[in-house]
């Protein structure tokens, strides 16, 4: 269920990403999300194409924390303002955090070899049915991914949706 | 400092004046690492400036093709500090001039698909600068067919853009045509003709094909470099 990735640049750590659908207590879980409780990043999954996104955007991250350079005050809300195409921070956390409602959330940890423990924590806080990651892809909603970071019709040509978004999450610094 | 590191254990393809290109696995997918160096024999300062520049001038140009609908890697990473841009790896394909190379050798039925090809790359430079991108290191090496198992017909794939920057001048796509022309004749003996379909079809391509030839006509009498006689 859990889909976990070495990041080869930053030798012991590691990004665990679990889906959850049927989630009950979204409302509960955002506010220990801003509360600082939850050693995790929650994510809308609808915004979501792959569970690759949220590796690059992670990876990412990571980078950025260990150079000091972060846009955002944690390395969890560093993930998700990553996800979005634009600089504004409130934004980001908009389309890309989850709100109130919702009822399936993307749960992503960094986390040593040895740091298991955090997974079941997180684990423990979610009132859902656990789903395997990589069934993200069937919760996106393409039209409005689309539409968010401005994937134009001929892009069809060079790739695909996921390739579109990925390099646009990569270069929004310089665009 | 994690990238040098990494790049350490990666597998060097190639090494030039401006970079070192690797292989390497990244976020479990197979990746090309482009890593800018430092030049000692530049003042330090001048250094950074420029190759940072360089990066991100080769990302933007990448996205900005990709947007037009043009083949180029995907962007995984950039890191500004080592200055290294991580990209896709373009599996199962050969340059265009592998291709053409080995076309040469076998004279049986390649002329016509030969010529298939070379109007192709007219079209697809053609929407290249009618993005405003100026490869600037334009060569059939940095051409890639990508053969995709769907249909039989291969992708063209734009690579190595570490020398391309925006410009809407003729001057400036003249030149891009014309560092072409030299690169093509020189690496395929005979080729005149082939080359000749490929403007052809690059001038009925673009919108504003008229002017960029006309300045590439220019640009052969004087060569590359601008006189600043006068």
Redesign the interface.
């Known amino acids: 269920m859990n889909l976990t990735?070495d990041?080869?640049?930053?030798?012991g750590h590691r990004v665990t990403q679990m889906l959850f659908k049927e989630v009950k207590n979204a409302a509960e879980l955002r506010q220990s999300a801003v509360e600082g409780k939850i050693s995790g990043a929650l994510i809308n999954p609808t915004m979501l194409v792959d569970p690759?996104q949220v590796?690059?955007a992670a990876?990412?991250a990571v980078?950025l924390q260990?150079?000091g350079k972060m846009k955002t005050r944690s390395l969890y809300s560093e993930i998700i303002f990553n996800l979005s195409p634009t600089n504004n921070i409130s934004e980001a956390f908009k389309r890309f955090g989850i709100s109130d409602g919702d009822e399936s959330v993307m749960v992503v940890v960094v986390h040593k070899k040895d740091e298991v423990q955090l997974l079941s924590d997180v684990t423990a806080r979610v009132d859902g049915r656990q789903v395997p990651a990589e069934d993200v892809s069937s919760l996106s909603d393409s039209a409005k991914i689309k539409k968010l970071y401005k994937v134009?019709p001929?892009?069809?040509?060079?790739?695909t949706l996921l390739?579109?978004v990925?390099?646009?999450m990569?270069?929004k610094?310089?665009? | 400092m994690a990238v040098p590191e990494f790049l350490q254990t990666a597998e060097l393809l190639k090494q030039g004046a401006e970079a070192r290109v690797y292989r390497a696995e990244f976020l479990g997918k197979p990746a090309i690492v482009k890593e800018r160096f430092p030049k000692r024999y530049r003042h330090p300062t001048l250094d950074e400036k420029l190759t940072h520049r360089r990066t991100t001038q080769e990302v933007r140009s990448i996205l900005r093709c990709r947007r037009a609908g043009i083949c180029a890697p995907v962007v995984y990473f950039v890191d500004y500090t080592s200055h290294c841009i991580f990209l896709e790896e373009i599996i199962g394909s050969s340059t265009v001039r592998d291709h053409i190379a080995s076309a040469q050798q076998s004279d049986s039925g390649t002329e016509q698909k030969l010529q298939q090809l070379a109007e192709r790359v007219g079209q697809i430079l053609a929407r290249m600068h009618d993005e405003d991108v100026i490869h600037g290191d334009l060569t059939t090496s940095n051409m890639l067919l990508r053969h995709s198992q769907k249909d039989g017909e291969p992708e063209l794939v734009l690579i190595d853009f570490g020398l391309s920057y925006i410009s809407a001048l003729p001057e400036d796509k003249g030149v891009d045509l014309y560092v072409l022309e030299k690169a093509f004749l020189s690496t395929h003996p005979n080729t005149e003709a082939l080359f000749e379909k490929l403007l052809k079809s690059y001038a009925a391509s673009s919108k504003k094909s008229s002017a960029v030839i006309k300045k590439l006509d220019e640009v052969r009498l004087r060569g590359r470099k601008r006189s600043m006689v006068g």
Do not use: Y
């Open positions: 990735q990041l080869e640049l930053f030798p690759l590796l690059v990876n990412k980078h260990t150079i134009a001929q892009e069809d040509k060079c790739g390739d579109a990925i390099c646009r990569a270069t610094d310089v665009m």
